[in-house]
């Protein structure tokens, strides 16, 4: 019989790891590890060495974009499926750049779960079909940004803070606080390091 795949789970929500857990372990994966933030989630991936990553795209301790490639380094080969509620095509982008061989909704069907993080575990990508298709007939990547949110967001990627960034374009800091308020809630960006993997992913970004 071969070896079950050994799986971490991060979600800061407690219920939805356990019913994820619920729905693997019968289908021949074994969980070793849970965590609720992307601290607690590298502690744990350098510790367990995983096969498979299955991962919440934004935790109460913020976005995870920029983390995936920490934890790809904690445990080489192991593959990151995302595993959110979040269907925006710049976050499926950002997330697949970032390293993550899968995303899906976390309202799918528990056979495509399974699919998915067996495709991940066989070194292949999954994303979600409805997904698949936005990214395939939705804009290109960077242009789902407005001219003043992607101005607002090559500034703040390369160190500017808001008060910087409203002198340079000449708008009021409350403008560059309100873009920044957009691109946190569309987007999953918060912290610097986020707008840096996004802007980069998209060519912008000097740092």
Do not use: C, W
């Not at 079950?4 to 979600?11: G, K, S, T």
């Amino acid at each position: 019989m071969s070896e079950p795949v050994r799986v971490v789970l991060v979600d800061d929500h407690l219920t939805v790891r356990a019913g994820t857990r619920a729905l693997l372990e019968p289908a021949g994966f074994a969980v070793v590890g849970e965590a609720a933030t992307a601290r607690e989630a590298v502690g744990v991936v350098t510790e367990r060495r995983p096969d498979l990553l299955v991962l919440d795209m934004v935790l109460d301790s913020g976005p995870v974009l920029s983390v995936i490639p920490e934890l790809l380094s904690a445990a080489p080969g192991m593959g990151i499926l995302v595993h959110s509620m979040h269907e925006d095509p710049a976050l499926v982008r950002g997330a697949l750049a970032a390293g993550a061989s899968g995303y899906l909704l976390k309202n799918t069907s528990v056979p495509e779960l399974v699919l998915a993080a067996r495709n991940v575990v066989a070194g292949g990508k999954y994303v979600q079909p409805r997904l698949g298709a936005g990214l395939a007939g939705g804009p290109e990547p960077g242009t789902e940004l407005t001219p003043r949110e992607r101005q607002v967001l090559d500034l703040l990627a390369n160190g500017h803070t808001n008060r910087e960034v409203a002198a340079r374009l000449t708008v009021s800091v409350r403008t560059v606080e309100s873009t920044r308020a957009a691109l946190r809630n569309r987007l999953g960006l918060v912290t610097r390091a986020d707008l840096v993997a996004y802007a980069q992913h998209h060519g912008s970004a000097r740092v």
